[in-house]
């Protein structure tokens, strides 16, 4: 149980396109995702929470207008990095939070990430 | 500030030699303490939760045990498959169950 796909597992784009991750909770519900982004050697650095049906919260430093994300279903959210530049590879993981209320209420599961490299 | 702080950042150990993990936090209300495994390339994979002091919790050859100031991660003969990053995060009572993490401590078995 609580398993998180991501689509794709690694990405290669030219400088200026848009790149889109999808995360979805294949066996359970999630009305909560969240999205991180990891340097080499760094630990994980939250970007944004995502409530299904509503707009997500970004993190202090984050541009909204970067990073596009989409929860439209208690299954699926999705990050757009708008207009890449080499700055922004990296390694994008995405976690969902069981709303099932079970003893898994707090819990964050996460997905397998997916490497962007812009060139 | 919340703030969670782990030691050592590397540890090497030899097969069947056993250990602990430090994770230190300083929280104004905890809601739960979390221990998560991560290999080279993927995400993190849960391993335990922890809600109030005195807790401990086992799985396989890993204890984890929670104070009010810090918690740890027993590991017992460890096996070269146990090598990975082990990371620590609270999630404080006030928050949208957004976690606080520490850097991790990278852990290597030797064979």
């Known amino acids: 149980g609580a398993v998180v796909s991501q689509h794709p597992s690694w990405v290669i784009c030219k400088s200026g396109t848009s790149v889109k991750i999808e995360c979805r909770s294949l066996?359970?519900?999630?009305?909560?995702m969240f999205w991180y982004r990891q340097f080499p050697k760094q630990s994980l650095m939250l970007m944004a929470t995502?409530?299904?049906?509503?707009?997500?919260?970004?993190e202090q430093g984050v541009e909204k207008d970067k990073f596009l994300i989409n929860h439209a279903s208690l299954t699926l959210s999705t990050l757009t990095v708008t207009s890449a530049h080499p700055e922004d590879s990296s390694f994008y993981i995405c976690?969902?939070?069981?709303?099932?209320?079970?003893?898994?209420?707090?819990?964050?599961?996460f997905g397998p990430g997916t490497r962007l490299t812009v060139l | 500030e919340d703030q969670v702080t782990q030691s050592p950042e590397a540890l090497r150990l030899q097969e069947g030699e056993s250990s602990s993990l430090n994770c230190s936090y300083t929280?104004?209300?905890?809601?739960?303490l979390f221990w998560y495994r991560q290999d080279p390339g993927k995400g993190p994979e849960f391993l335990f939760t922890?809600?109030?002091?005195?807790e401990e919790k086992e799985k396989e050859r890993l204890k984890a045990t929670l104070t009010k100031k810090e918690s740890f991660l027993h590991i017992t003969a460890p096996k070269p498959e146990d090598s990975a990053t082990y990371l620590c995060?609270?999630?404080?009572?006030?928050?949208?169950?957004?976690?606080?993490w520490g850097a991790g401590t990278k852990l290597i078995i030797k064979p």
């Open positions: 976690s969902a939070r069981d709303a099932s209320g079970g003893s898994s209420y707090n819990e964050q599961f």
């Open positions: 066996d359970f519900q999630a009305t909560t």
């Open positions: 995502s409530n299904e049906g509503s707009k997500a919260t970004y």
């Open positions: 929280v104004s209300g905890l809601r739960g």
């Open positions: 922890l809600y109030s002091a005195g």
């Open positions: 995060a609270v999630q404080p009572v006030d928050s949208n169950y957004q976690l606080i």
